[in-house]
């Protein structure tokens, strides 16, 4: 296991080069992203780049043995997700077949958890998926996230001697590295659906597998994905409450506000960056601490998270009035 740990993530990375090479050698190979007023780019630019990502990283798996509850529902999740990217599907559709996913996991890989869990496991695993798909509206953001979020996971599998998993995350880690080359600002690749609601469901069931086999309690990968967890949660909270249609697209994530007001998409990504390396970091240190430091340490990055959307949501509500004034 030692060798397969330290290869397969290489050649994951290798796999999803060559892959986004040879798709960047034809355009009409991928759908374009098209600009239109909630984009935060204004240029065609190609996407589900996700596709080479979650080729290289089922090639990972299948050296791995990684478990079919683990690999099918992922799967089913890329193919529909391409077609979503390719002609775009209905909202009951997309949500069935993620309800379908989580559920097929959740009643296969977790048989020991009561019902009643079972059933806020499914609706976590949900929301975990559409977050990262959520997040995926800027150039680099998502990709970071993979490679961070990701690695500090296999860093946390590695504490606890879980190879496999320590295995499983890097080969995603490593594929997300891959894929940020084309995607760090200016992007010359999108992600798309076919990759971002993948990942995101590969980042709950291993997160969730991690917490079944031991390996941490059930906030170590909350705190690690903590960032995008925050932007949207906060997010959807603040558009039920103004009774929008909040399942309709949208450009109100933090992220999204930052950039309008004047942030450059590298800027914007390299503070996210910051904070993601700074939740994973208190979170991998808390793991081995006692109870209260561990509590202290997710409550810390709680209030962090509130003082810097309030933070934003001042600066946005100052800009709004500028631009009042202005007009």
Known sequence: MPDIVSISPIASALVTLALIAWLLRAPDRLPLDVPNERSLHARL???SGGIAMMAAIFSGF???QTPLVVVLPAAALVALSHFDDLRGLPIPVRFGAQLAAAAGFAFGALPAVALPHLVLVVIGILWVTNLYNFMDGADGLAGGMTVIGFAFLGAGAWMSGDDALLA?????AASGAAF???NFPPARLFMGDAGSVPIGFLAAVLSLSGWRDGDWPFWFPAAVFAPFIADTTLTLFKRILARERFWEA???HYYQRLVRMGWSHRG???AEYALMLGCGATALWALRQPVYFQLAAVLGLIALHAT???WVDCAWRRSENKHSERT
Do not use: D, T, W, Y
């Not at 499983?168 to 995603?172: A, D, K, M, P």
């Open 268 to 270: 914007m990504a390299l």
């Open 180 to 182: 940020l080359l084309f």
């Open 250 to 252: 949208h450009n109100k």
């Open 62 to 64: 299948a050296i791995l």
């Open 168 to 172: 499983e995350c890097g080969i995603v």
């Open 45 to 47: 630019v190609p996407r």
């Open 308 to 310: 810097l959307a309030l």
